[in-house]
């Protein structure tokens, strides 16, 4: 549900009053284990997905099926409780995950994390058709024009998810945590997203091992470059009749 709130428009040399929708946008605290771990602005809804998909996408969990429970708490800020076995926690959680770093230079240097190896392959129509998919899915969108979206795509089946928040980063964390809570595996997905590809939307995608990320939009060249090193299939400008593939298109049949 969109807040409403009071705004003057001016247009045509006139002022009036109108009420105008905006996106909401709320904390939520993430504790693991009963320790704090984060604190995430986001559209509400969707807290376990959000909150699942961000430990596995961030690296803090080694196993998404060692989470025993749940527990959401409405409040100010909101809260979500994850009970998780200890020994499947990154040792000192956010401090010691792996994580890409990027030196002074410009270089970008490894921490425990190998280049992808899938053999999962898609064809071009399957992902043509996902700008319809994915703006169909986007109702805060269209009520509101202030939310990301984010859509996860099977490749071994007829399977998909929408996420929509504020931001981002959110809506894949929403996508990724949707999937780990239905069985399914990002290691056999497609993700598109609405915006811009940065070098930090790439590396949470290397960390979730999904092997083709798509835009919309398009991706920083140090987006592309960190894709082409950890072995991302890398899609701009995706729309229904063409796209752009930067690195990796063997993922994708009947390129050659």
Known sequence: MADEMVLWHYTDGDWRQERHSLVPERPLALFI????IAVIMRLPGLERELALGYCYDEGLL???????????????????????????????????????????????QTAGLAPLVSS??????????????????????????????????????????????????????????TALLTGRMPEE??????????????????????PIICTLAVPTALAVSLAGEYGITLVSRLDDDSFRVHAHPERITGWH
């Not at 811009?196 to 949470?204: F, N, P």
């Open 120 to 177: 999962c392959r898609v064809t071009p129509d399957k992902l043509l058709a996902m700008p319809a998919l994915l703006d169909a899915g986007q109702v805060q969108r269209r009520e509101t024009g202030g939310t990301h979206a984010a859509g996860l795509f099977s490749i071994v089946e007829d399977w998909y998810v929408v996420c929509e928040d504020i931001g981002r980063h959110n809506a894949v964390d929403k996508c990724v945590g």
């Open 62 to 108: 080694v196993d998404a099926s060692a989470v025993q429970g749940m527990s959401f708490k409405p409040g100010s800020p909101d809260e979500l409780e994850m009970l998780v076995e200890p020994e499947t926690l990154r040792d000192n959680a956010v401090s010691a995950m792996p994580r890409l770093v990027m030196a002074v230079a410009g270089v970008v």
């Open 33 to 36: 284990n009963g320790r704090q």
């Open 189 to 210: 997905m497609v993700l598109l997203c609405t915006g811009r590809l940065s070098y930090e939307m790439v590396a949470k995608v290397v960390r979730a091992r999904i």
